[in-house]
C-alpha cells in the first residue's frame, strides 16, 4: 500500500499552473531539497524532508506525529546514515525512510542506496514500493535499491524493512531487524515481521542479515514474489504464542505463488511456529540449519520446514544438505505425498510424507555422532560420516574417511548401529581434541567424559559432550607497532587491514582517521571511535569485513559483545579510559563458543576466561599477549573517563554490530600459593661506577622464588599452553629467571622472565632451575605435564647469557599466586631495558653524584623497587629513594622527581 498521507504527491486533479507552483515550491524550500547536497548546498535534513540528491546524517533524529523520517525523491542517490538514527513516536503510517514516491510520482524511486542508519518507532522502518494494480499486474517497479548495514527495531504495527510491491533486483543485506511490533489477527497481513517482500517484488537479494524477537515472522512474504534469493540470514526467537498466530515462524513464504525463491545457508532457531514455510513452487531450500522450532496453536505447529499443502503449492521443492533437528512438531512436514518434494543429504529425525533420496525420512539422523574429525587440518561435520565406517580402537572412536582414519569426539553411539560391545556401563572413555580449526585459527583441547548407565539407556553420550573450553585465536595475526606516540589507532587499524588486505601507511590511517573523528574530536592527536570505524570500513567493507562502533555502561556486555563477533574477525578496543591507547583483541577464551547452542533466554551464557591481545604501543614485550579477563577490565579495557563523544562510564569497542544478549560469567584465575609470600627489605650489593654500593631491595627467599616461577609455570600451562600452539613452542625453548615484585595501587605482581641460553656474557643467574616444557604432542593440544615436582634447587652459578635473552614474561599475583597475563616474543630481547643500576645511575646524576668519589656523600644505602604506575604493567618504573628524594626512572630513561 502506497503510504501518501500529508505528503505532496496526491492523486486528485490539479492545474498545470498549481502543480508548477508545488514544484517551484518544493525545490525551493528546506522541506524539499535544502537537506541535500544536490540543491541549494548541503544541509542539515529534518523530518519530513524529501532528498533528491545524495546525502549523510550530520546526528540523530527524533520525529512526532504523522511525520516519515527523510522521503526519498529522486533516483540514484544515496542516504548514508553515518552510524546515527531516526526515531519515531509510534505514529501510524509513517516510515523512516520512505521510497514510494513524491510530487504526483505514486511510486518510488531506482537505484536508491540507504546504509548505516538505525530506524525506530515508526509503522515501517524502511519503506521502498512501486506501483501495484492487484492481481499480478505491476505498473511500476521500484529497481536496484540497496539497504546495507541498516538496524530497523521496535517498528509498531508495520515492518522492519518493507519491500511493499514491486521491488525489484534490490538488496537487503547485512541488516538487523528486531522487537517489531504487530497485533495477530489470523489474517495473512498482519503486521509484525522484520523483514517483508510483498507483492510481485521479484529477483531481490536478502542477506547476511540478523532478524529476532519480531512478533510475525522474521522473513516474510506473500502475494507472488518470485525468484528471490534469501541467505546466510541469522534469525531467531520470531514469533509469539496467541491463538491467532497463523503466520508466525522463522521464514515465511506464505502464499501459493511465490514461486522459483532460494533459501540457502540460513541459520533458524526458537521460532514460534515453523522454521521454514515453502508455499509456492519449484523452491530451493539448501543448506540450512533449523533448530527448535515450536507450536503457536493447533494451526500453526512448530515444525522445522512446513512445506504447504494448498491446491497448486508447494510443490517441487528440493531439499538438500539441511539441518532440521529438535522441532516440537515435525523436523520436515511434507503436507502432501503428491507434492514432488525431492532431496538428499538431509539430516532430521522425524518427518511426514518426504523421503531423502528414495530412503526413509533423511540421509544423517539429528545425533548419531557429536563432534569433530580433521582431515588437512580441515573439519569434517561427523553427521556426514556413514556409521559403518567407524571403529573402536584403544577407547577411541575414529572415522574412515577417504582411507584416512580420523580421531572424533565420540563416546558412544545412538541406533541402529548401537552400542560397541566392548563399552560396559561407567567405562571411561577418551574424548580426543583438535588441533586447529584452519590455517590461522586455533581450537582448544576436550575432557574425557565418563559414560554412566544413564547415558546408555537413551542410546549415547552425544547431547551431554562438555568440551573442557573454547577458544578462537587468530595466531597468525600481523602485528603492527605505531611508529609515532599518538599513533596507536592506526597502528591497530594497519593490523586489522593487513588482516584482509594491504593497509595503507600509518601515516595515511592517522590522517584519514583523525579527519572521521567525531566534531568534538577534530583536535584531538589521536584517532577516536568514529575515526577508527570509518577508516576500517572504507579499506574492508563490502568485501572484506564491516566493523561496528558499540558502546555500552555494561562491561559483561562488552565482553560478550568482543565474544560474539569474533568469529567474523578480530576486533579493536581503547585502553586506558581514553583513545590514546587502541588496542586488537585477536582471540577469545571461553568455556563453550559463544555462538553455540540457544541464543536468548534466561540459560543462555558462558565463561569468559581471557584474551589475546596485540598492543601496539609497547615494543617487544607486551605487544602479543594473553589477559585473564580480571586484569583486562581491572588494569586495560575500561570505562571511557572525559571524552567528549561518550559519556563516562561506557566501554567503547569496534566490532561486528550487533551481538544478542547473554548471562556473562567472568572466570577468577585459581589461587597458586598456598601460603603468603612476604617480601623483606634486604641489602643487595651492586657495582656501580665501577665501586661497590649498598642498597636495599624487597626480597624473597629462593625457595619462595621456586614458589614464584612454580605458579607462573602452572599458570600458563593450565589457561595458555594448551590453547595456544605459538605460545607453546616459544616457552618451550626458555628457561625462567629471576622474578621481580612490582608494587602497584591495585595491587602488587611479580615479573616472570622466561630466557633463552646463548653464549657471549658472563652474568650471575638465580639459583633456580626448572626442567623445560615438554613439546611432544603439542600439535595435537595435549594438556601438558605438571611441573612442580621438576623443580630442582641448585648451587649459585655463572652462566653464559645474552643480554637479548628474553622470550617471554608472565604476570603472576603477588598476593596469591593466580596467574594474571603473559607476553612473548619470536625474537629475544633485553629485559628490563633500563636495569636496576643503571636507573639508580640516572637517579644519582639527578643529586650530582656521577662517580664513585661522590657516593661517599650518600647520607643513606639507596632504597630500589619496581613501581606500576601509567605505562604497561610489563614497564613498571624504578622508583629510587636517596638522600630523601624519590625518583622515579621509566624503562625509556626518562627521570621525574616525586
Known amino acids: 500500500m502506497n503510504r501518501k498521507f500529508g505528503k505532496v504527491k496526491s492523486k486528485m486533479g490539479i492545474g498545470l499552473g498549481v502543480f508548477l507552483m508545488l514544484l517551484i515550491a518544493a525545490v525551493g524550500s528546506a522541506s ?42 529522486a533516483d540514484s542517490i544515496t542516504i548514508n546514515g553515518a552510524g546515527y538514527s531516526i526515531t519515531g513516536d509510534g505514529s501510524a503510517w509513517t516510515s523512516g525512510i520512505l521510497n514510494s514516491g513524491v510530487l504526483g510520482q505514486d511510486y518510488g524511486y531506482s537505484d536508491v542506496t540507504i546504509n548505516d542508519l538505525t530506524v525506530s518507532g515508526f509503522q515501517d522502518g524502511i519503506h521502498i514500493e512501486g506501483k501495484f494494480m492487484g492481481g499480478t499486474t505491476c505498473l511500476n517497479c521500484v529497481e536496484r535499491n540497496t539497504v546495507s548495514n541498516c538496524v530497523a527495531h521496535d517498528n509498531v504495527e508495520g515492518y522492519g524493512i518493507y519491500f511493499a510491491s514491486c521491488v525489484r533486483n534490490s538488496t537487503i543485506d547485512h541488516c538487523t531487524a528486531y522487537n517489531t511490533v504487530g497485533t495477530l489477527t489470523s489474517n495473512c497481513d498482519d503486521p509484525g515481521a522484520g523483514i517483508k517482500l510483498f507483492g510481485k517484488s521479484h529477483y531481490n537479494d536478502v542477506i547476511n542479515n540478523l532478524v529476532y524477537n519480531n512478533d510475525l515472522a522474521g522473513i516474510y512474504s506473500k502475494k507472488g514474489c518470485q525468484h528471490n534469493y534469501v541467505a546466510d540470514n541469522t534469525v531467531y526467537d520470531n514469533g509469539k504464542v496467541d491463538p491467532e498466530a497463523e503466520y508466525t515462524g522463522g521464514i515465511r513464504f506464505q502464499c501459493k505463488t511465490t514461486h522459483f525463491n532460494t533459501f540457502e545457508d540460513n541459520v533458524i532457531t526458537d521460532s514460534i511456529g515453523p522454521g521454514i514455510f515453502i508455499g509456492g513452487n519449484d523452491c530451493v531450500v539448501r543448506g540450512n540449519t533449523v533448530t527448535g522450532s515450536m507450536q503457536a496453536n493447533t494451526n500453526n505447529l512448530g515444525d522445522g520446514i512446513w512445506n504447504d499443502r494448498h491446491p497448486g503449492g508447494g510443490q517441487n521443492t528440493l531439499l538438500e544438505d539441511n539441518i532440521f533437528c529438535d522441532n516440537e512438531n515435525l523436523d520436515i512436514n511434507v503436507q502432501n505425498a503428491a507434492q514432488g518434494v525431492t532431496g538428499d543429504e538431509n539430516t532430521c529425525d522425524t518427518t511426514s510424507n518426504y523421503n531423502d533420496d528414495d530412503t526413509t525420512g533423511c540421509t544423517y539422523s539429528c545425533f548419531k555422532i557429536d563432534g569433530t574429525a580433521l582431515k588437512d587440518g580441515n573439519p569434517v561435520d561427523l553427521n556426514k560420516v556413514d556409521i559403518s565406517n567407524l571403529e573402536y580402537t584403544d577407547k577411541k572412536w575414529s572415522a574412515k574417511i577417504d582411507g584416512n582414519y580420523y580421531e572424533l569426539f565420540i563416546g558412544a553411539l545412538n541406533d541402529p548401529l548401537g552400542l560397541n560391545p566392548d563399552i560396559s556401563p561407567d567405562e571411561e572413555l577418551l574424548i580426543v581434541g583438535c588441533e586447529e580449526i584452519s590455517g590461522d585459527e586455533s581450537n582448544c583441547n576436550v575432557t574425557d567424559h565418563m559414560v554412566t548407565s544413564g547415558d546408555i539407556a537413551v542410546g549415547g553420550i552425544t547431547k551431554d559432550l562438555i568440551l573442557n573450553h573454547y577458544c578462537l585465536n587468530w595466531d597468525t595475526y600481523p602485528y603492527s607497532t605505531c611508529e609515532d606516540p599518538d599513533w596507536s589507532g592506526p597502528a591497530a587499524m594497519e593490523m586489522m587491514i593487513n588482516h584482509y588486505t594491504t593497509a595503507p601507511s600509518q601515516s595515511d590511517l592517522d590522517t584519514e582517521g583523525r579527519g572521521n573523528n567525531h566534531e568534538c574530536n577534530s583536535a584531538l592527536p589521536y584517532v577516536d571511535r568514529y575515526g577508527m570505524r570509518a577508516t576500517l570500513n572504507a579499506h574492508l567493507y563490502p568485501d572484506f569485513a564491516h566493523y561496528g562502533n558499540h558502546i555500552t555502561t555494561d562491561v559483561e556486555n562488552a565482553l560478550h559483545y568482543i565474544c560474539w563477533w569474533q568469529s567474523l574477525g578480530p576486533g579493536a578496543v581503547p585502553a586506558y579510559q581514553d583513545y590514546s591507547n587502541w588496542m586488537v583483541v585477536r582471540g577469545i577464551h571461553t568455556d563453550i563458543n559463544p555462538r553455540d547452542g540457544s541464543y536468548s533466554g534466561p540459560d543462555y551464557g558462558y565463561t569468559i576466561y581471557g584474551y589475546w591481545i596485540n598492543d601496539p604501543d609497547p615494543a617487544g614485550i607486551g605487544e602479543n599477549s594473553y589477559k585473564c579477563v580480571e586484569q583486562f577490565t581491572e588494569n586495560y579495557y575500561k570505562a571511557m573517563l572525559d571524552q567528549c563523544d561518550v ?243 621509566s624503562q625509556d630513561g626518562m627521570v621525574s622527581q616525586a
Open 32 to 73: 524539499a531539497a535544502d537537506c541535500s547536497d544536490a540543491i541549494g548546498g548541503p544541509g542539515s535534513c529534518n523530518c519530513g524532508d524529501t532528498v533528491v540528491g545524495d546525502y549523510t546524517l550530520d546526528g540523530d533524529m527524533t520525529c512526532s506525529g504523522y511525520t516519515d523520517g527523510l522521503i526519498v525523491g
Open 647 to 889: 559519556t563516562d562510564g561506557n566501554w567503547v569497542s569496534i566490532c561486528e554490530p550487533p551481538e544478542v544478549d547473554a548471562e556473562i560469567t567472568l572466570a577468577d584465575s585459581p589461587v597458586r600459593f598456598a601460603d603468603a609470600i612476604t617480601p623483606v627489605i634486604a641489602e643487595k650489593m651492586l657495582m656501580v661506577y665501577d665501586a661497590e654500593q649498598l642498597a636495599l631491595e624487597k626480597a624473597v627467599k629462593n625457595d619462595e622464588l621456586l614458589k614464584i616461577v612454580e605458579a607462573a609455570i602452572n599458570g600458563v600451562n593450565e589457561q595458555l599452553i594448551p590453547y595456544d600452539t605459538q605460545f607453546a613452542e616459544v616457552i618451550a625453548m626458555t628457561v625462567p629467571g629471576e622474578p621481580m615484585l612490582v608494587a602497584g595501587d591495585s595491587g602488587d605482581y611479580y615479573l616472570v622472565p622466561f630466557n633463552v641460553h646463548v653464549e657471549e656474557k658472563m652474568i650471575k643467574k638465580v639459583p633456580v632451575k626448572i626442567e623445560k616444557v615438554k613439546t611432544e604432542g603439542l600439535r595435537k593440544l595435549e594438556r601438558l605435564e605438571r611441573v612442580a615436582e621438576n623443580v630442582i634447587i641448585e648451587p649459585i652459578a655463572r652462566e653464559l647469557i645474552k643480554v637479548e635473552r628474553t622470550l617471554v614474561v608472565v604476570l603472576v599475583d603477588a598476593e596469591d599466586g593466580s596467574f594474571k597475563e603473559a607476553s612473548w616474543v619470536d625474537d629475544p630481547v633485553k629485559y628490563l631495558p633500563v636495569s636496576k643500576v643503571w636507573a639508580l645511575k640516572l637517579a644519582l646524576c639527578e643529586i650530582s653524584i656521577t662517580d664513585k668519589e661522590d657516593l661517599k656523600t650518600l647520607t643513606s644505602k639507596p632504597t630500589i623497587e619496581l613501581v606500576y604506575r601509567d605505562a604497561s604493567p610489563y614497564y613498571p618504573d624504578w622508583k629510587i629513594t636517596v638522600n630523601d628524594q624519590v625518583f622515579y626512572v
